[in-house]
């Protein structure tokens, strides 16, 4: 079964730096997006980065500049996130998305994100 691990939320000062990791198990795809999206508590969520197997990158444009996303395997991305600012506190989630013939959506679980003093 196709799970998606979580790593690397916590608690950082205003303007300090977070790196999140995610890793698919279970099952490679060949045509698929996969990234971050991020809520707050009574709130839509929202896209955060993605970045698709030919390595097209997207980013909200609350982010772009203070956050990069990157592939460090074929099914293991990592958000480096620079110059937190407390808005930028959610809950953030690991997406994968296939892209191809086979339609599918997949979430991880959430991990915490806090900016604060």
């Known amino acids: 079964q196709v799970r998606l691990v979580e790593s690397g939320g916590g608690l950082v000062q205003p303007g300090g730096s977070l790196r999140l990791s995610c890793e698919a198990t279970?099952?490679?795809?060949?045509?698929?997006?996969m990234g971050w999206y991020r809520q707050v508590l009574g709130r839509q969520r929202e896209l955060v980065a993605t970045?698709?197997?030919?390595?097209?990158v997207n980013y909200a444009d609350s982010v772009r500049g203070r956050f990069t996303i990157s592939r460090d395997a074929e099914m293991t991305v990592s958000l480096h996130m620079n110059s937190l600012k407390p808005e930028d506190t959610a809950v953030y989630y690991c997406?994968?998305?296939?892209?191809?013939?086979?339609?599918?959506?997949?979430w991880g679980q959430g991990t915490q994100v806090t900016v604060s003093s």
């Open positions: 997406n994968l998305e296939t892209t191809g013939w086979a339609l599918s959506k997949y």
């Open positions: 279970g099952t490679r795809f060949r045509l698929y997006v």
């Open positions: 970045i698709s197997n030919s390595e097209i």
